[in-house]
């Protein structure tokens, strides 16, 4: 009886050892397959290239699957641009301009208004980059920037940013309004390559940075004085939201005016007593 038991037992093992060593070859020829064949990133990476515009066939394939689900309907079938919601055209617009209005949610654009509002991302950020390389091959324009932040200057970059950036954006880079129901978001909630992608694509009524105007070192130390302005140190006391002059004013007026004048009715008080 034991006998037979254990000769049961037997062929249950052997399928399980064939089992284990079958799933142990899919794994090691899947490991050999990704160093011999990397792809993507990791392809850039193991060649020593890690560029983030070095795209591949393969992601330009699917991005142009992508872009015909779900931007074609606006910006045209070989995105020419088109009149629904005044879609303009994304050739020549570069990988940076895509990756901006991407990441940030303002495409796909959800109506059609005075400019996109940044919202939650739609897509993936494998799917992203996947559209970026579409974009980027329609035609030559603005590639997504590769920031050194920690190399920059942060009192050029202050120079910079109030020359060239706080007539929009407030000189705390807190955003302002602009014509034609228009505004200039606030810098500080953005990243610092989205800072950066937007300094060379120049995204609704911002202008296009060239390189002759601003290099990248300068982007790099504006970036550096951005990071100082998401969370000053604010020595005088509260920040006020770092929006300017008027709530101050109105904080001068409604406790220092108001308490002065409670002051002035306690003296004339005593004064009669």
């Not at 050892?17 to 060593?21: D, G, I, R, T």
């Not at 004013?249 to 108001?258: K, Q, R, W």
């Given at each position: ?7 049961a037992r037997?062929p249950?093992?052997?399928?399980l ?5 079958f ?7 899947g ?9 993507g990133?990791?392809?850039?990476a193991a060649a020593g ?23 074609a309907?606006c ?30 949610g ?10 996109a ?5 739609q897509?993936s ?6 559209l ?10 603005p590639?997504i920037p ?5 190399s ?6 202050g120079?910079?940013f ?8 407030n ?17 500080t ?34 970036i550096k ?6 969370s000053?140190k ?8 770092h929006?300017g002059?008027?709530?101050e ?10 308490g ?8 004339g008080?005593r004064?009669?007593?």
């Open positions: 009886m034991r006998r037979e038991m254990g000769g037997r249950r093992r052997s399928r050892v064939s089992s284990a060593a799933v142990l070859a899919l794994v090691t020829l490991a050999l397959w990704n160093l011999v064949f990397p792809s990133g990791a392809a850039r290239n890690p560029d983030p515009n070095d795209f591949t066939a393969q992601q330009v394939k699917s991005g142009a699957q992508l872009f015909a689900e779900g931007c309907s910006h045209g079938s070989s995105g020419q641009g088109g009149t629904q919601a005044q879609a303009p055209s994304l050739i020549g617009v570069g990988a940076a301009a895509a990756d901006f209005q991407l990441t940030t303002r495409m796909p654009l959800k109506a059609p208004a005075a400019q509002p940044a919202k939650p991302v897509y950020p494998e799917q992203i980059l996947d970026d390389a579409y974009v980027a091959s329609l035609g030559a324009g590639e590769t920031i050194d932040a920690a920059g200057d942060i009192a050029v970059g120079q910079l109030r020359a060239n950036c706080a007539n929009c954006h000189f705390a880079g807190q955003g302002n309004v602009l014509s034609d129901g228009k505004y200039a978001p606030a810098i909630p953005a990243t610092d390559l989205q800072v950066a992608e937007a300094v060379r694509s120049g995204p609704e009524s911002m202008p296009k940075f060239a390189t002759t105007q601003l290099s990248q070192a300068d982007i790099n130390s504006m004085y951005i990071q100082f302005l998401r000053p604010d020595p005088g006391g509260h920040g006020l939201g929006v002059p008027v709530p004013g109105l904080v001068i007026f409604l406790v220092g005016i108001a002065l004048a409670i002051v002035c009715l306690w003296i008080e004064v009669k007593a």
